[in-house]
């Protein structure tokens, strides 16, 4: 009995500790469990303002153009050695005439800031077939911008007094560095195409009012023809010390006078001065502003300035002609240009306008040019990598016109195409392939009124390839 007395009660109060179990279990399972105390996440870190920062980038530009022939006698009777074989007279001829594949240039660019008031720029163009000047023997590498800059940006509007300084090889100030076109104005190629270098500062009065000026080494006086390819004049090619009865490539084009590219750092002579008023209204970039800017420059023009490529020399030099008797109606050295311009933004619509009045060496010219452009964002049709395919069309047109009042002097003056009288319509279409990537066509249309009242045209059509990373 006593045995199996004590199985019973062992099983059953093995029974009793399983229900106790169970139930428990079941306590547990019914009861709420307290999620586990999360930590909370660390909010991202804001950049900071003050940090050093550089960027990277290239930009490659290939084209298709296709420049109409033009060919017209020279006054000038240059001897027989600097003529083609058989050939009695010299002619100004387009540069290049006909159609032609080419890759214009190969561009790198290095930005680096630190803190809003520190900011540095390089850019390196790599072929520059279209700044060449001569096209065929100047130097296929050119440092184009290299400079560094202390204070506030003078782009950015600010409620304070602010002031900057920026030393190096830099753009002009009054020039446009929005152009929708490959192409440039008849004004921005004479007065403001290339980059200076030296000193320049400004001083920004809260918000709408700025002063800005410059003293720099001052571009030579040289010439080229307005449209894509500057052309050859004084090449090593043309030279009959090196090469007699020369056949050259290239030819003269149709040359304007322009302010060539500086070429090594010289600020030994006169600098010159640059000055200029502006008025803004809007924040800049946001697509609504209204910018205005009173500006001129003076300098004295020196004896001669050497020219990479060409042995042909800039400033009095090359107004005097290539001899004795054969000059522009050139008197004293000063150099002085005055001008205004207005930029107008307002939504996807820009306007350009520039005005300038210029005494060279005694002699006088003036122009004008106008650009409106226009962007259409389009709707997001095709997509490729994440990135909208043909995002934008941008339609461009502009008119520049330049009339030189250069009375007198020789008529044997050997390019007289300085003298003449010009209109050029730009016109053209910009569309955006992919991001980085746009297409632009445009064509050039020239007319020229020669010395004896009559027209002449040298069209281009330009296409340009354009791509940016």
């Known amino acids: 009995m006593s045995l199996i007395g004590g199985w019973l009660a062992a099983s059953a109060g093995s029974a009793a500790a399983q229900e106790a179990t169970d139930a428990a279990s079941a306590a547990a399972g019914d009861a709420e469990v307290a999620p586990a105390e999360e930590t909370p996440a660390t909010p991202p870190t804001a950049p900071d303002p003050n940090a050093f920062r550089v960027r990277f980038g ?254 042909y020399g800039g400033d009095i030099d090359l107004l005097n002609g290539p001899f004795d008797g054969f000059s522009l109606p050139i008197s004293g050295d000063d150099k002085e240009e005055v001008g205004a311009n207005l930029w107008i933004y307002e939504g996807g619509f820009s306007f350009f306008g520039q005005y300038v009045e210029q005494e060279l060496a005694g002699m006088d010219r003036s122009g004008y040019e106008g650009e409106i452009a226009w962007r259409f964002d389009l709707p997001l049709a095709y997509a490729a990598g994440g990135r909208q395919l043909f995002p934008y069309l941008q339609p461009v047109v502009r008119y520049s016109f330049l009339k030189p009042e250069f009375a007198g002097g020789s008529p044997q003056f050997p390019s007289q195409s300085v003298r003449w009288e010009w209109s050029k319509l730009d016109y053209g279409l910009r569309a955006g392939i992919i991001e980085g990537v746009d297409l632009t066509i445009e064509f050039a249309d020239n007319e020229m009124t020669l010395a004896n009242g009559s027209k002449v045209s040298n069209d281009e059509l330009l296409t340009t390839l354009r791509f940016r990373m």
């Open 58 to 311: 290239f930009e490659g530009k290939a084209h298709f153009r296709d420049s109409e022939q033009l060919r017209l006698l020279s006054p000038f009777l240059f001897p027989g050695n600097f003529l083609p074989p058989g050939a009695s007279r010299a002619f100004l001829e387009t540069v290049n005439e006909g159609q032609h594949f080419e890759l214009s240039v190969l561009t790198l660019l290095a930005e680096a800031s630190w803190g809003p008031n520190i900011e540095a720029r390089a850019k390196v163009d790599f072929i520059d077939l279209y700044d060449r000047n001569p096209t065929s023997s100047d130097k296929q590498v050119d440092v184009d911008e290299l400079w560094i800059r202390f204070g506030s940006d003078p782009a950015a509007l600010s409620e304070r007094f602010g002031l900057y300084a920026k030393v190096g090889k830099f753009g002009h100030f009054e020039r446009q560095n929005d152009r929708h076109t490959e192409s440039y104005g008849l004004v921005s190629t004479a007065f403001n195409r290339f980059e200076d270098q030296g000193l320049e500062v400004g001083a920004n009065f809260g918000g709408h009012f700025y002063l800005v000026g410059s003293l720099t080494q001052g571009n030579p006086v040289f010439f080229r023809d307005p449209n894509a390819l500057a052309g050859d004049n004084g090449t090593p090619e043309r030279d009959p010390a090196l090469h007699e009865n020369p056949v050259p490539d290239l030819q003269s084009g149709f040359p304007i006078l322009y302010d060539a590219e500086v070429e090594d750092l010289d600020v030994d002579g006169d600098l010159e001065v640059g000055y200029g008023l502006g008025i803004r209204f809007g924040e800049p970039g946001s697509g609504h502003e209204i910018h205005f800017l009173a500006w001129g420059y003076k300098r004295k023009l020196a004896d001669t300035v050497p020219l990479n490529g060409t042995f």
